[in-house]
């Protein structure tokens, strides 16, 4: 690619870092056996009440995969009651 000026490099160079910028992900989720996911409750607490919890999908914002609504990982923060 040739570039007649520098303004013009420098404009291709910000749409550029811009492009791969918006496109990648900030954070990768976590494997379930890094926190220690396990599939039931742990002392009453589970993913149901956690604050990472998405309920439309069964999926967290925190560990990847699906999840279950009676899990637990050592990441566990209970939701604020409405
Ligand atoms: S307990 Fe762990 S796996 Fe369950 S929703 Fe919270 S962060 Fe996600």
Known sequence: MKFSTRR??????AILGLGVWSTTPLYAKAAKDK???QDTPKDGKK???CVHFLAATNECKVVDGSISPDGWCMIYLEAPKK
């Open 8 to 13: 013009v490099f420098l404009k291709y160079m």
């Open 47 to 49: 993913c149901v009440d």
């Open 35 to 37: 926190l220690k996911y």
